[in-house]
Every structure is written in C-alpha cells, then in structure tokens.
C-alpha cells in the first residue's frame, strides 16, 4: 500500500529563515512525487512536481529514493508563503497514473 | 471557462437523507477525480473517470455512494442513507489524460462542504 507521511503539522518560521517541510513515502512501485498548496480561502493548487525539477516561488524538492523522502525547501520565507501544503504521490504510469494519495499536510506560517 | 466548479458549495443534511453534488471540470479536460476531506487530513481519492468510464473506485466508495459522468463532462456524486461519519469536504478535480504527464496536473475545484447532523 503506498503512504505519504508528513511529519509536521505545523512549522513556523520567520521570514527570511530556510523552511523545510518533511515528507516522507513508501511505495513499491515507482512513484511521481508532488507538493500542492492551499492558501487561505483558495483551491487546492499545485505548487510542483519532481520529474519537471523546476524551481516554483523559489521552492524545490528533491527526491530521495534511498531516504524515500521529497521534502520541500526554500532558502529564505517569505510572508506570503503561509499556507497548507500537502505532499502527494501518483504511480508513475500504468492505469493508476494520476490518482494522488496525499499526506496529512503541514500549516506553514512565516512571521513577520 | 473559470476553472473546475462544485455545486452546491455547502450542504447540511439530516441523517439518512440523499444528497448529490456535481462538478463541471474544465472543459478539455477528459479526466474527473473525486477526493473526500476529513478535518486535519489529506484528501483521500473515492474514484476517478476517464471521459464517461469510472476506471477505479477506492474502498472507501461504499455501497451508498455512486458516481456518475454520463457524457463525459460533469460529473454527480450521490451518497445514499447519509450517516454523520459523511461528514466531509468533497473535491473534485480534473486533467488533462492524453499522456501520462499531462494527467499529473490536477485542476481542484473549491469543494462542497458536507454537513448530516
């Protein structure tokens, strides 16, 4: 059965500080790994995905398939980064592709 | 077209009752999910469509709930009997399914927030 645990239900931070967010899996196939973001009072989005290795309001993630790990990083936090972020996973290929099963989330606040 | 839409945005019901949503996914788009929210956690995926086929369901998808995208365009999801551990946000989201990497960007709608008292 495949799992995303995040760790952290919450983490605050202050703006300008390096923010982590944990995410770790477990899946015996091979996984697509994603984070999406809901701010407050908007859908649920897509924030970025680790085949595309893009760089996303200054976020990335890097997945680690020895450590099953994805977390999400930026090396300064900014105000506006406050928000829920989930981390999801998808089977890479197959008929099952794109169904997402998600982590519990973390709420990130970064203060001023 | 403004994005992935639910109706209604919130309902309240009484132990028992029928309910239905709908969702109107973004209109090229040939893959409709539905997810299900708790308070405090993730959302879990309940089915998805590929243009009318539903090609899976998850167990969560008991025998009271059903869904249906007759012509490949919106989609209903109907709970039977609501019991209070119904209670929920439902989501809806859609994608593009014509490569496997077009599938991964799901567009989320804003949800219906269902309450059985």
């Known amino acids: 059965a495949q799992r995303v645990t995040q760790p952290e239900k919450l983490l605050s931070v202050f703006k300008g500080a390096p923010v982590e967010l944990k995410c770790n899996y477990s899946?015996?196939?091979?996984?697509?790994l994603f984070w999406y973001v809901q701010y407050s009072r908007q859908r649920l989005q897509l924030l970025l995905r680790?085949?595309s290795r893009e760089s996303i309001k200054g976020f990335t993630a890097d997945l680690n398939k020895g450590e099953t790990s994805f977390h999400l990083k930026k090396p300064f936090a900014q105000e506006e980064d406050s928000a829920m972020y989930y981390c999801?996973?998808?089977?890479?290929?197959?008929?099952?592709?794109?169904?997402?099963?998600f982590g519990q989330g973390t709420i990130l606040t970064v203060h001023p | 077209d403004t994005g992935v839409s639910q109706d209604p945005r919130h309902k309240i019901t009484k132990r028992g009752q029928n309910v239905t949503f709908r969702c109107d996914p973004i209109?090229?788009?040939?893959?409709l999910y539905w997810y299900r929210q708790t308070l405090g956690q993730g959302p879990e995926f309940l089915t998805y469509?590929?243009?009318?086929?539903?090609?899976?369901k998850s167990r969560l998808l008991s025998d009271r709930f059903s869904a249906e995208r007759p012509k490949g365009s919106f989609s209903t999801l109907e709970i039977q009997r609501t019991e209070q551990g119904d209670s929920a946000m439902y989501l809806c989201?859609?994608?593009?399914?014509?490569?496997?990497?077009?599938?991964?960007?799901?567009?989320f709608g804003p949800g219906t927030r269902l309450t059985v008292t």
């Open positions: 680790h085949i």
């Open positions: 469509f590929q243009n009318e086929a539903q090609l899976e």
């Open positions: 209109s090229e788009h040939n893959r």
């Open positions: 899946y015996s196939g091979s996984p697509e």
């Open positions: 999801a996973l998808t089977h890479a290929g197959g008929t099952s592709y794109g169904k997402l099963t």
């Open positions: 989201a859609s994608s593009l399914g014509t490569t496997s990497a077009l599938a991964y960007e799901q567009y």
